[in-house]
């Protein structure tokens, strides 16, 4: 099944991105051919096999998890000092609650 | 003398013997950047207060007759997705270009505690995506030892800095191989450890299971010197493993007769005759060294790069949802509204092949294709694992090419993504297994012109003692230039 120009128009509305005309005739034939390519894994039978989400080795106790006690982080202005925008401690963005 | 063409520890000896000085050997090197660099292009900016600062604090210590902390007055190259405090981490793209970090990598505090010099941050592809640095938003490197051709990638600027001498050593990173192949290509040691061996607290993430910093150099053993230097347990990095780094350096000479060394026939079947010959040259050197060699077969090899860059670009698409113009980083000028300033954002502000990968990571995770892509990757990734398993039962170490082709040149392959992918089938198996890999220069092309090869050599998880020594004793029989 080849992707469409409609499938990557939707694809970009979920990942926040605003191709132009030309990207997405580019990208409609590169990302087709990539996915096709990945239609390969569909030759092995994983039925019986468990997804390997973690690669990391556990050892003795859960090395991970720590008293929740707070420790120095950031201060509020070295959060801030490489903001676009920034008033009263905040980072400053357009309105997030839109009208309709 | 030559100042930047000594190792870790010929530096250490000189400076020991107070023949040279940590700010000589420093100015040495930022010369030989102001000579070389203009037409390699291996740094993005340059750190002369900081590395000088590092530099007289350890004559400090010297002149007071103090112990030399372990890399002592050795200057490095840090890639530009690993953080140092104060300076610009770019990321090679165009939505950090002006960011500056708020803190060091754990790597880069390690690496100055230890008392090495800081030179500056180095060029890459964008966010690490890339198998040549030609994805860079800047501009390109050029590789040191023919400049119309590539360093590969992604960490193209840290190869190529090692390799012409503007740095003694240097970190990168490794999500599927991005240490390893340029390594090859500027015919230098990179190596990549076990998943969790060298914390990624401080390393821009780009595929989080994949991810990995490690080191550059001119030999095994400043590439040993620096792992064991920034590996180990990092509370900071939950993913760090929480096992004891082994001395590294006094692993390399410990004999490798009655090793047994695998050559897996999937990595040989259709080998380029390029570089076949100069591999099968290294087997046959680890033979007369006393190795025994023996065929295997990792069964699964061929399912490598589609399961690697379903998980790789999942994993980027969520990891870099967080450069949208709000907290740091390029904001565009125009927008109407919240969701239009993300999108103008992140169109203006990422290339296009971080582009291509976020739309395909986004699309593989999304409703309807998670199952089919994603989920199966991840149990196809189990499988490439065990192969591994199972391959580290019967034989020590692994051989295989570290690229299927040498330096390609510049602007060669950029309209092909997926001829590039799979470009990298050799080094992604490593990455999802987690196991460690290093690459060794093992001689140059046949006819004209001689491009380096590389040797990759794997060991089963926490292994790296191994592959050091096995490296190590490759080098010590004139490894590097066989072929």
């Keep these: 099944m080849a992707l469409t120009e409609k499938d990557v128009r939707h694809v970009e509305e979920l990942a926040h991105l605003e191709l132009t005309e030309d990207e997405v005739k580019k990208f409609v034939p590169q990302l087709d051919s990539i996915l096709q390519y990945m239609q390969k894994l569909n030759e092995l039978d994983t039925s019986q096999v468990e997804p390997m989400a973690q690669v990391t080795y556990p050892a003795r106790e859960n090395p991970a998890l720590r008293a929740d006690e707070p420790r120095p982080m950031f201060r509020q202005d070295e959060a801030l000092a490489s903001a676009p925008e920034s008033d009263a401690g905040c980072f400053k963005v357009p309105r997030v609650i839109e009208k309709e | ?198 914390s990624r607290y401080g390393l821009v993430a780009f595929a989080s299971s994949l991810d990995h910093i490690g080191p550059f150099g001119r030999s095994v053993r400043d590439v040993a010197l620096v792992l064991r230097t920034i590996a180990g347990r990092d509370p900071r990095d939950s993913t760090s493993a929480d096992v004891p780094v082994p001395d590294y350096e006094a692993a390399l000479d410990r004999d ?63 990891n870099l949802a967080r450069y949208d113009g709000v907290r740091y980083g390029f904001r565009s000028p125009q927008f109407d509204g919240l969701r239009d300033m993300y999108k103008k954002t992140r169109d203006r502000g990422f290339g296009a092949e971080v582009k291509r990968r976020i739309m395909l990571g986004t699309y593989v995770l999304s409703s309807g294709y998670y199952d089919a892509y994603y989920l199966k990757a991840q149990k196809v990734r189990a499988l490439i694992a065990r192969d591994f398993v199972q391959a580290f039962e019967q034989v020590d170490v692994i051989v295989t090419p570290t690229s299927p082709i040498p330096p390609f040149r510049l602007g060669e392959r950029v309209d092909d993504p997926l001829q590039m992918y799979l470009a990298d089938i050799y080094t992604v198996t490593a990455s999802l297994a987690g196991i460690p890999g290093i690459s060794v220069p093992c001689g140059r092309t046949k006819g004209e012109p001689r491009l380096p090869v590389g040797m990759q050599i794997l060991a089963k998880h926490f292994d790296e003692a191994r592959l050091l020594q096995v490296a190590h004793a490759f080098e010590k029989a004139g490894g590097l230039q066989v072929a």
């Design chain 2, 256 to 318: 490798v007769r009655g090793l047994k060394v695998g050559v897996p026939r999937e990595y040989f079947a259709g080998l380029n005759p390029q570089i076949g010959g100069n591999i099968q040259a290294g087997i046959d050197l680890l033979g007369k060294l006393g190795c025994k060699i023996e065929t295997l077969s990792l069964p699964h090899t061929d399912y490598a790069i589609g399961c690697y860059y379903i998980i790789c670009t999942a994993e980027a698409s969520s």
């Design chain 2, 1 to 198: 003398m030559d100042l930047t063409a000594l190792s870790i520890s010929e530096i250490r000896q000189r400076l020991a013997a107070r023949k040279i000085s940590v700010e000589e050997l420093v100015r040495a090197h930022f010369e030989r950047i102001a000579a070389r660099d203009g037409e390699v292009r291996a740094y993005l900016h340059l750190s002369p207060e900081r590395a000088l600062e590092q530099a007289r604090k350890i004559d400090a210590v010297v002149a007071a007759g103090g112990a030399l902390p372990p890399l002592a007055g050795v200057p490095v190259a840090v890639k530009d997705v690993i953080l140092t405090r104060g300076l610009r981490n770019t990321c090679a793209s165009k939505i950090l270009e002006n960011y500056v970090a708020p803190y060091d990598a754990t790597a880069v505090e390690r690496l100055e505690a230890a008392g090495a010099c800081i030179l500056g941050k180095t060029n890459c592809d964008e966010f690490a995506m890339g198998s040549s640095t030609e994805n860079s938003g800047f501009f390109a490197t050029h590789n040191p030892h023919d400049l119309t051709r590539v360093p590969g990638g992604s960490s193209g600027g840290s190869g190529a800095a090692v390799a012409a001498q503007m740095a003694t050593v240097a970190l990168g990173s490794d999500t599927g191989g991005s240490i390893r192949q340029p390594a090859a290509f500027c015919d230098v040691v990179g190596m990549m450890g076990t998943y969790g061996r060298v």
